[in-house]
């Protein structure tokens, strides 16, 4: 059964703090991870990756995934209030980690 | 336009009813998903339409059906739902499946099952 972990589920900073939220997975023929931020409606897409050690970035936002090790990290920089919700991943759209609840405090 | 829209926003049926939840998209999408989202829980996937053609069930309850008429729709029909059924229903589409595009996401439809 594949399977999706989210660390920490929880995780409250300030503004200006740097972040880093994991993701380890064990999937039957993986594709890709996914990222996404949910607040108080639907998922927004944030990044896919697919191969190994090519870091994405967009912003302040950027992830990078390992397929030897099975996992990808999402790192936010410079956190601001904005930042604030529930980041997603799963793999290959088909299974969800549990989330991690990020919290910005001003 | 790359939205995905949902209707309705919100729905509140009885156990005997029959209505239908939409999902439609104008991007060119082959890829048609349907989610439950459960408070303070992730989605779980329900059902995979690829080509128009249904892909993926995951184990689904009879209750829930699913249907595409073109590449641009994706309804949910539900009948005789369980109180236990309330939840956040999800729809995403993505260009292809198989896992290797982006996804985007309905803003979803609130269903309460009374």
């Known amino acids: 059964e594949d399977k999706v972990v989210q660390s920490p589920l929880s995780l409250v900073v300030h503004e200006g703090d740097t972040v880093t939220l994991n993701c380890s997975y064990e999937?039957?023929?993986?594709?890709?991870l996914l990222w996404y931020k949910q607040e108080k409606k639907a998922p927004t897409f944030l990044f896919m990756l697919t191969s190994s050690g090519i870091e994405k970035k967009s912003g302040r936002l950027s992830s990078i995934l390992d397929k030897k090790e099975l996992f990808s990290i999402l790192n936010i920089t410079a956190t601001q209030t904005g930042d604030s919700a529930i980041y997603l991943c799963s793999a290959r759209q088909l299974t969800f980690g549990s989330g991690t609840q990020l919290t910005v405090l001003p | 336009d790359t939205e995905v829209t949902q209707t309705p926003k919100h729905l509140v049926m009885g156990m005997t009813n029959k209505k239908s939840l939409k999902c439609e998209q104008h991007m060119g999408h082959r890829a048609m998903y349907w989610y439950k989202q459960k408070a303070k829980k992730p989605p779980e996937l329900m059902f995979v339409y690829s080509y128009e053609k249904l892909s993926i069930n995951e184990s689904v309850p009879s209750r829930f059906s699913p249907e595409c008429p073109n590449s641009s729709l994706l309804n949910l029909h539900l009948h005789a739902l369980q109180p236990e059924d309330s939840a956040l229903y999800l729809c995403a589409s993505s260009p292809e499946a198989g896992g290797t595009n982006e996804q985007f996401f309905g803003p979803g439809t609130r269903l309460t099952v009374l």
């Open positions: 999937v039957t023929n993986f594709r890709s």
